[in-house]
């Protein structure tokens, strides 16, 4: 049998087309992963093809070309909530949204080898998504979201901790998230249950150089590391 897919990454990046400055998610998304394989090992950030207003046929277009940015940058590619184009494109796994199939659904399609994330918005949703057999969770908002305008209350580095602490997965922050609230994370963080990493929409790609601000993502998880030592 097959043995079930490992997390290494620390720097989650979820795309949205619309906050790119100049519209080239493409050319974003080949910037950013461009500076993280020359600045951190491979697998330390993968991308998440997260436009949920395409057609299935524009969406598996994007996704074929983002696999080929991905590979080369030795990044996982993981497609937000379409689980046949995650394997139509041969994806690395799936990342399901609170509403979508459920976990086990997607692993029976999926199989044994991709990756499933989940979304949670409470310690009972990381628990839950732990028990399914969820690879991953990405838990927010954290603070308010830089993006996109706030619809639920951000639960702040206590409910991250929290979280953290649910179940026996790794935890990604998301929400707000920028270098120096990712040191605040880690500074503040329960040493029982740390944080994986962080997740970034905002911070990456409203960003005027999406290569220069995940270079001071990476950095800020890199002292983040160095002092969780």
Not at 42 to 52: F, S
Not at 69 to 88: F, K, Y
Request: proline content about 8%.
């Amino acid at each position: 049998m097959s043995s079930r897919p490992r997390v290494s990454f620390r720097l989650y990046l979820i795309t949205d087309r619309r906050v790119v400055k100049n519209g080239d998610l493409i050319s974003a998304c080949e910037a950013a992963l461009t500076v993280a394989r020359e600045a951190a090992p491979p697998g330390t950030v993968a991308l998440q093809l997260r436009e949920k207003d395409l057609s299935a046929r524009a969406l598996y277009e994007l996704a074929l070309r983002l696999r080929a940015i991905c590979t080369r940058a030795g990044a996982p590619l993981i497609v937000n909530d379409r689980v046949d184009v995650a394997i139509a494109a041969d994806a690395d796994g799936v990342h399901l949204p609170f509403d979508s199939i459920g976990v086990s659904m997607a692993r029976k399609l999926l199989g044994p080898d991709r990756l499933i994330g989940v979304s949670s918005h409470s310690p009972p949703d990381v628990a839950a998504a732990a028990r399914e057999g969820a690879d991953f969770a990405v838990f927010g908002p954290v603070f308010d979201p830089l993006s996109k305008p706030a619809t639920v209350p951000a639960c702040g580095p206590s409910g991250l901790n929290a979280a953290c602490g649910a179940g026996a997965i790794p935890v990604f922050a998301l929400g707000g998230i920028t270098p120096d609230r990712t040191r605040e994370l880690f500074a503040s963080a329960d040493p029982a249950a740390r944080p994986a990493g962080v997740a970034s929409i905002g911070a990456i790609f409203a960003a005027d150089s999406p290569a220069i601000a995940t270079a001071a993502m990476l950095s800020a998880l890199d002292a983040s590391w160095t002092r969780r030592q």
